[in-house]
């Protein structure tokens, strides 16, 4: 028997289109009303209705193409993920993922939406542009020689550490500056805190400044080291 309804995934529904009139619409074309909604004022603004709206529909005929709004949510962040290029692999690992890695960086700029969208359950429904993006990330790494674990692993690990740092970016806040704004020292002059109050205090008599640019290079550099003997740098000879 073939499942149906929110148990067949979500790119496969077009093979089994609920009982109904013929639809109109194809998955792309609401992914892009929902992403360009969305870029403008964020997932609040985001609606079935506004949707249909703008394809100048009912709300309730969106209903044969999605289950809800976290539906919605999974065509955009897939849509975006068709933005990615795909350079050939160069058998360096470091500057594989760095080819992949900076341009999920600057997709988390261009829709600031992105990194609450991958959150919860959504970032469990990977479709096609998304299963993309991992597969050559997993190649990308797999020429460490890797077991399947390290490699997937690793894989989740960086993308992780992408999405959280331009989460924070997204926000306003600069990763690099952590220690610069008002608030920590304020709570830091009212309590106990001896590590942070010495590691600002050394961050704050720093003659060279760190730029986010340079952090989001760092972290990665560092969880390669941690998944990649050598952390990914082509050996000497």
Do not use: C
């Amino acid at each position: 028997m073939t499942p149906t309804g929110s148990s067949t995934s979500l790119w496969l529904r077009g093979d089994n289109p609920k009982p109904g009139p013929r639809r109109t619409y194809t998955l792309d074309q609401l992914a892009d009303v929902g992403v360009r909604l969305a870029d403008a004022g964020g997932l609040r603004a985001l609606s079935m209705r506004r949707i249909a709206d703008d394809l100048g529909t009912a709300a309730a005929s969106l209903y044969r193409y999605v289950d809800g709004k976290n539906d919605l949510v999974a065509l955009m962040v897939d849509r975006v993920a068709a933005e990615y290029d795909y350079p050939p692999l160069t058998g360096n690992v470091r500057t594989d993922v760095f080819a992949m890695l900076d341009q999920a960086r600057a997709l988390y700029r261009r829709h600031p939406w992105l990194w609450e969208g991958l959150g919860g359950t959504v970032s469990l429904s990977l479709g096609p542009n998304s299963m993309r993006f991992f597969d050559h990330m997993v190649g990308a790494l797999a020429q460490a020689g890797l077991d399947a674990n390290a490699t997937m692993m690793g894989s989740a690990l960086l993308g992780g550490w992408v999405r959280n740092f331009a989460g924070l970016e997204a926000t306003g806040f600069s990763p690099a500056t952590m220690g610069a704004s008002d608030h920590i020292p304020t709570v830091l002059a009212h309590g106990n805190y001896l590590h942070l109050t010495a590691l600002l205090a050394t961050a704050e008599s720093a003659t060279a400044p760190v730029d986010n640019d340079a952090l989001f290079r760092a972290g990665v550099e560092a969880l390669l080291f941690g998944i990649v003997p050598g952390g990914g740098r082509p050996s000497a000879g």
